[in-house]
Nanobody, 114 residues
């Protein structure tokens, strides 16, 4: 079973940037589409960005134009570059396949102060 470890979160001010990383313990090349999810307090976990094995990307309306997802299949790592951060981006961020194949990692906390 592949394990996922997210990192790179932190506390930033509005307008700041962060780069999140998701390292998988096994190969993600054959998995297909990977995604970044987030869960804010009291809210459901939502998919905010996804990337196919070939590199095609899709984004949620709330992050489009500000977040960029990428993947390095050789390193079994998925990234999320976040710019122009807003307080409403505050959440715990997780990665997984778009069908939530793997067990969830611990996530990484992103807090954006106003």
């Amino acid at each position: 079973q592949v394990q996922l470890v997210e990192s790179g979160g932190g506390l930033v001010q509005t307008g700041g940037s962060l780069r999140l990383s998701c390292a998988a313990s096994g190969s993600i090349f054959s998995v297909g589409a990977m995604g970044w999810y987030r869960q804010a307090p009291g809210k459901q976990r939502e998919l905010v960005a996804a990337i196919t094995r070939g590199g095609s990307t899709t984004y949620g309306d709330s992050v489009r134009g500000r977040f960029t997802i990428s993947r390095d299949n050789a390193k079994n790592t998925v990234y999320l570059q976040m710019t122009s951060l807003k307080p409403e981006d505050t959440a715990v961020y997780y990665c997984n396949t778009i069908t939530r194949t793997f067990s969830w990692g611990q996530g990484t906390q992103v807090t954006v102060s106003s």
